[in-house]
Each structure stands twice: as C-alpha cells, then as structure tokens.
C-alpha cells in the first residue's frame, strides 16, 4: 500500500494551494518531503518550469523556519493527510469508505462534506484518494 504523496503529486499544486501546504505542515523528524528544482528546457541552460523530484527526509528541525517562504514541501503520509482534513473542518467527511455498496467499485472513496459538494474522490490506492481531497482544500 503507498504510504506517501509523491513529488509528481506536489507538482500538480497551484502556487496558491503550495503556500496553504507550507503553512499548514509543522516539520517533524522522519517527514519525507521534496525540495523544487528548476528543470532546464534547452541548450542555452534557459530555467523552465520548477519541480520536485526527489525525496528526502527530516533529520533537523529549525523552530523558527519561516513556513511559508520555505523551499521544500511535505510528501504527506496516509495519516498527515487525514490530519489536514481533519484540521480543515470538514463536517461530513469519510475517509475509509471502501465502498461495499458498489461490488464492481474497486477503489477507495473519499466523500467531501456539504461545502464542497458532496463530491466523491475515488481511486485505487487510499493515499491517492485522500490527497485528491487534501487537493480540493488547498486550492479552493
């Protein structure tokens, strides 16, 4: 079962929804995160677009890290994302649905409340289906 967001996941984020990510994470030792790297388009070594691509993990945490201005970004786990919902108010959300009513649905569902539709994220692997939620937050 994938355990973490990935760095191609992060690269799907809005300028926006990264600064509401930054500010939101509180660094802890043994988090995976991504730092940006620009990805150089041609000869003349001209910077393209930013992405993250590799992991890493927290040995150090600075208390006084400025979060939003930060260069690195978490790769959150299946419970760092639960928690970001959790914090975000969302009355009617179920997170571990699997769906038994539907026996020719194969993936998890997650069922955002009220104030963001109802709208179901389903997919294969519960990571996925909670950061498509997470996602929704953050850019709204």
């Known amino acids: ?75 959150l786990s299946i419970g760092q994302l639960i928690e970001f919902l959790g914090d975000s108010q969302i009355h009617n959300f179920h997170p571990l649905d699997r769906c038994v009513e539907a026996p020719n649905s194969t993936g998890w569902h997650v069922v955002m409340g009220k104030e963001y539709g109802g709208v179901t994220h389903e997919k294969d692997q519960l990571c996925d289906a909670l950061w498509e939620a997470v996602k929704e937050i953050l850019e709204k």
């Open 1 to 75: 079962m994938k355990q973490h967001i990935t760095p191609e996941q992060l690269n799907e984020l809005s300028e926006k929804g990264m600064k509401k990510l930054k500010k939101w994470w509180k660094p802890k030792m043994g988090d995976k995160f991504s730092a940006r790297l620009v990805n150089v388009t041609d000869i003349n070594n001209m910077p393209g677009d930013e992405l993250f691509r590799f992991v890493y993990v927290m040995t150090e945490v600075n208390e006084t890290d400025d979060n939003e201005n930060r260069k690195f970004v978490p790769l």
